[in-house]
């Protein structure tokens, strides 16, 4: 199918079937199905046999034509009920970066007692994943979907597709739900953290050398954690990147001001204050975010870290 053609056919889909809330299982209706370039091929070699069965009258010519003829059908039929019935829940992923990948995991479930074997999930045109699906079982896809811009992030419509059992024929589906993830603005700027509390109380960073830092454990790399806090013998072995965490007795405490950045773009100064809530978390302040009609208090940890973040990457004037 020609792009243009394919897309007015895409979006005539989407209208009959808009954005869902809820998993969505794969009726009639829903599938679709046409022949694969094998398929094509496969096509154009039965008219050549039929034509030389009728050319030279050979009853076995026509008997080998219609019985590839019938294997074709067979395998059309069998495409199309591969799909049938199979639920497709909406994807979770966890919240990324503008400029990383977000990990979406789908699951099918089967209620059928017969396996389906080849299924697959593609994201525009990017390569399928294929799995197989158990006999009332269930199976989870991972798609990778690029984070372009902050804010929500939606995949869109999702292909459900087939092959089995031959590839000479493809049905499939779309699947569109209004679930997605969170994109947070890319951690960069080169401004140090704030040294004071504008408009606030207690102590800036001029006061970080104040009481003992404490060990706190460790926690999950994040882009614009300092090399130095890293736990470079624990990568050393495979794992993952972890960084260790500190915690000061005398907890200073920093604003985080949208006001102390002077720059006209409001992106920029969301990347800058991305940059600065990561660099408080990991050096383990309590720092609070200041902005346009949104003021969060200064506290600490995980929870408080997820707050701020989302409120930048939702962050609209």
């Not at 039929?50 to 395998?75: D, H, Q, R």
């Not at 600065?276 to 346009?292: E, H, I, R, T």
Request: aromatic residues 12%; contains cysteine; charged residues 20%.
């Amino acid at each position: 199918m020609g792009q243009g053609l394919r897309q007015r056919f895409e979006s005539w889909v989407m209208r009959r079937h808009p954005p869902a809330s809820e998993p969505v299982a794969l009726i009639r209706r829903r599938l679709y199905i046409l022949p694969t370039r094998y398929g094509y091929a496969f096509a154009a070699l039965l008219f050549l046999l039929f034509l030389w069965a009728v050319n030279y009258s050979n009853s076995m010519g026509f008997a080998f034509t219609f019985l590839l003829a019938a294997v074709a059908l067979n395998s059309m039929w069998r495409a199309h009920d591969n799909l049938l019935g199979l639920v497709i829940h909406p994807g979770v992923a966890e919240p990324v970066f503008v400029g990383q990948e977000a990990q979406f995991s789908y699951r099918l479930d089967h209620p059928g007692t017969a396996p389906r074997y080849g299924i697959a999930l593609q994201w525009q045109d990017r390569p399928p994943q294929y799995v197989d699906v158990p006999a009332q079982g269930s199976a989870t896809i991972t798609l990778s979907i690029p984070a372009e811009r902050r804010g929500r992030l939606q995949p869109g419509p999702i292909r459900v597709l087939t092959r089995f059992p031959l590839g000479l024929l493809q049905a499939w589906s779309w699947v569109n739900f209004e679930r997605g993830g969170l994109a947070y603005p890319r951690p960069r700027g080169r401004r140090p953290l704030p040294a004071s509390l504008p408009g606030g109380s207690g102590s800036g960073l001029g006061e970080q050398g104040l009481g003992s830092e404490d060990y706190a454990g460790f926690r999950s790399y994040a882009p614009g954690d300092s090399p130095r806090r890293i736990a470079w013998k624990a990568a050393t072995r495979g794992g993952p990147l972890l960084v260790k965490r500190f915690t000061d007795q005398a907890r200073p405490e920093l604003w985080l001001d949208w006001r102390l950045l002077g720059i006209d773009n409001v992106e920029p100064r969301l990347e800058q204050l991305c940059q600065w809530v990561l660099q408080a978390d990991s050096a383990g302040f309590q720092y609070g975010l200041w902005l346009p009609n949104l003021k969060i208090p200064p506290a600490i940890g995980v929870g408080h870290r997820r707050r701020c973040l989302e409120a930048l990457a939702l962050f609209r004037l």
